[in-house]
């Protein structure tokens, strides 16, 4: 099996979708088809589902142990194929062969923190009034569906499912229609190879024409009991609402709009380098990427100086050569996002002080000035290659600009002054800080996720393990709890 691999892997089988339906994924750097994949529809996603449900009863009641080691070997298997997904990554999705492998060096550590969150599904032992045992317990709520997006697709993924398979869930998984293989179906392999038993993971892949039914199925049908997303906030918006009219676990992770403060005292050498690598890594591609740098008055004629300097030695080219890391943007749609915004700001009054220029769906890595407010480049997301640059006078105003936004994922703040940026951080609304560093953070372990439209739950860490758990109450009567006499048999006893 390789990146030509079209089928759905449900139930631990290789299967044509219902109809050999398939669709095309192209190749975002050459415009070409990389390769054909199969077209799922609600059938198929009601057949994994019915797969996984039958599956969880064993899968949960295996030792935390055994599924530790096998989750562990993912990672084992993962890092000894890393090239292929490296390969995929690249054709698939534009990433550069850099970020590529960053991201596959990143996921294996995912499986192995997911490994060890199997030991840490804690409960507790609560006193009572009445001598009772009385235990509180964690466990899994069942079948999960996994929706993950195209931009980091091995990462987003395996942060999505493996703490939940990890922790005794079953579940299936439908990676972007953008990247099928590098998101889901290169990791059914590497699962098939570690001896995952049938039915615990499977993956459905689908066209954006059976998105809606799909996306549905997986969280309408009554054997799904969480839904894990991460994506757009108008889409996660939409799948938090059905999931909770339902009365089921949603954990989404959506969009952000983050800011990187650059206050007065910043050492301007790392605020440049956070700056640059937070804009562009990826084009500008990841939720936390910084979409708005605020700079003080005080120093941001040399910041922004420096800063254009910086990014005009970022090259754009063929995603392959190490030399290029700003590959292509995903598709024409994001192109035109991307696009819009920019003369958008231009009309109203922004400067380009680089870029703003693109060859098909390669777009310059651009730095904006004269941004105002009710530009959509300062109120929406971009995720693409543009930084608009603000200036704040002060620490309070560069905190109510940060502030100023519908978003709260992630923020940097840059300052020698560690107790300055520590209250810088306290004052911001955003799910993540980081103090002398890009937004652009996450590490396997962390509670990782946002507020307000940039999302609701966590990935990570023991916050993690409680998105994919359920609390129970269980007590043993000893004789210490007396009912009323009226209620009694013997009433006398």
Not at 33 to 55: H, K, N
Not at 174 to 182: C, F, G, I, N, Y
Not at 332 to 342: D, E, Y
Not at 389 to 417: C, K, P, W
Request: aromatic residues 6%; neutral net charge; charged residues 20%.
């Amino acid at each position: 099996m390789g990146s030509n691999r079209r089928n759905l892997f449900i139930n631990g089988e290789w299967v044509n979708a219902q109809g050999g339906a398939e669709f095309p994924v192209y190749n975002p750097a050459t415009g070409e088809i990389w390769a054909r994949v199969a077209d799922a529809s609600r059938a198929d996603a009601r057949a994994a589902i019915a797969a996984a449900e039958a599956a969880y009863p064993k899968w949960s009641g295996m030792s935390h142990s055994a599924r530790a080691r096998i989750i562990h070997k993912v990672g084992d298997i993962l890092d000894a194929r890393a090239k292929e997904f490296q390969d995929a990554l690249i054709d698939e999705g534009g990433s550069w062969i850099g970020k590529t492998m960053f991201e596959t060096g990143y996921s294996s550590g995912i499986y192995r923190a997911a490994a060890a969150a199997a030991y840490q599904v804690n409960g507790e032992i609560l006193p009572s009034d009445h001598g009772k045992l009385s235990l509180v317990m964690r466990v899994p709520l069942g079948v999960v569906s996994v929706i993950s997006p195209w931009n980091f697709p091995l990462i987003l993924s395996s942060r999505g499912f493996a703490p939940a398979l990890a922790v005794g869930n079953c579940v299936v998984l439908k990676p972007s229609e953008e990247t099928p293989v590098a998101g889901g179906l290169l990791i059914a392999e590497i699962m098939e190879e570690a001896g995952i038993p049938k039915g615990v993971f499977n993956v459905i892949t689908c066209s954006r024409e059976h998105v809606a039914e799909v996306g549905d199925e997986l969280i309408s049908n009554p054997a799904v009991r969480g839904v894990s997303f991460t994506g757009s906030t108008a889409v996660g918006r939409q799948v938090a609402t059905k999931a909770g009219g339902l009365l089921k676990r949603c954990c989404v992770e959506l969009g952000g709009k983050d800011a990187l403060i650059v206050l007065e005292d910043a050492d301007i050498e790392r605020a440049v380098n956070a700056a640059t690598f937070g804009s562009f890594m990826h084009q500008g591609q990841i939720c936390m990427s910084v979409e708005r740098v605020i700079v003080h008055s005080k120093i941001a004629k040399e910041f922004t100086d420096k800063f254009v300097a910086n990014t005009k030695k970022l090259k754009v080219g063929n995603p392959r050569e190490m030399a290029n890391c700003i590959g292509p943007v995903i598709n024409k749609t994001q192109l035109g996002k991307i696009r819009a915004q920019v003369d958008e700001a231009v009309a109203q009054g922004a400067t380009i002080l680089c870029g703003g220029k693109n060859n098909g769906l390669f777009f310059e890595p651009t730095i904006l000035t004269n941004v105002t407010r009710n530009m959509k480049v300062f109120r929406e997301e971009t995720f693409g290659p543009v930084a608009p640059v603000l200036v704040a006078n002060s620490v309070d105003e560069a905190v109510e600009i940060a502030n100023d936004s519908d978003y709260g994922l992630s923020a940097g703040i840059i300052t020698r002054d560690e107790e300055k940026g520590l209250e810088v951080a306290r004052r911001l609304h955003t799910g993540m800080a980081h103090i002398n560093d890009s937004s652009v953070n996450d590490e396997p372990h962390v509670p990782f996720g946002g507020i307000g439209a940039s999302g609701l739950g966590r990935h990570g860490g023991k916050q993690g393990i409680d998105t994919f758990t359920e609390m129970r109450w269980i007590t043993v009567e000893r004789g210490g709890r007396h009912y009323p006499p009226p209620f009694l048999m013997n009433p006398g006893h």
